[in-house]
């Protein structure tokens, strides 16, 4: 069974940093490309990150270029997202999603884990 | 970036059908055949409805389809049924090699 569980979340600080994980099983994670996407309260689904197969290739949203990084790790099965100077507007419920490959859909996703920016 | 534009709300009876629209430019719903819809019930995680446009991933519903024309893409939901009530969006893929999302449609079940 396909299993993505994200964690990491949590109340920071403006401007403070945070880092995402998304644990993957159940499939050949090595094999696929994955996505993060948030949704701030009460809006909408929005596509912040997205990292090739082997974590050679990465896209960002302008929202969070510059301040968030996406990485994985093959060995562990694991998915990041390292944000840092985070802000108010980056509150929201972060999730991850795998595609096979690029202009795939995503096509399973995690339950997300809430970060929470304020003072 | 910005987000496909989709109507905010859409309701129906029960058996009844109803077409949510998702509408973008040429650099992204009318470039390419990668419109994707997803169903999300508050609290739980997204799910694949429709992908390229009109194609049901594995265990998906046929009351579910889709459909473009130029720059818009639609979903419609035949025999509407009350656990077809969710937030709706449509995904395209970019120009820009990014991915964006569309408004979100809330469907009600009357």
């Known amino acids: 069974e396909v299993q993505l569980v994200e964690s990491g979340g949590g109340l920071v600080q403006p401007g403070g940093s945070l880092r995402l994980s998304c644990a993957a099983s159940?499939?050949?994670?090595?094999?696929?490309?994955m996505h993060w996407v948030r949704q701030a309260p009460g809006k909408g689904l929005v596509w912040v990150s997205r990292?090739?197969?082997?974590?050679?290739?990465?896209s960002y949203a302008d929202s969070v270029k510059g301040r968030f990084t996406i990485s994985r790790d093959n060995a562990k099965n694991t998915l990041y997202l390292q944000m840092n100077s985070l802000r108010a507007e980056d509150t929201a419920v972060y999730y991850c999603?795998?595609?096979?490959?690029?202009?795939?859909?995503?096509?399973?996703w995690g339950q997300g884990t809430l970060v929470t920016v304020s003072s | 970036q910005s987000a496909l534009t989709q109507p905010a709300s859409v309701s129906g009876s029960p058996g009844q059908s109803i077409t949510i629209s998702c509408t973008g430019t040429?650099?992204?719903?009318?470039?390419?055949?990668?419109v994707s819809w997803y169903q999300h019930h508050p609290g739980k995680a997204p799910k694949l409805m429709i992908y390229?446009?009109?194609d049901r991933p594995s265990g998906v519903s046929n009351r579910f389809s889709g459909s473009k024309s130029g720059n818009t893409a639609s979903l419609t939901i035949s025999g509407l049924q009350a656990e077809d009530e969710a937030d709706y969006y449509c995904s395209s893929y970019t120009t820009s090699s990014t991915l964006v999302f569309g408004t979100g449609t809330k469907v009600t079940v009357l």
């Open positions: 999603a795998r595609a096979c490959c690029f202009y795939r859909p995503a096509d399973y």
């Open positions: 990292i090739n197969s082997d974590g050679s290739s990465t």
């Open positions: 390229d446009v009109s």
């Open positions: 040429s650099s992204d719903v009318g470039g390419y055949n990668y």
């Open positions: 159940g499939f050949t994670f090595s094999s696929y490309w």
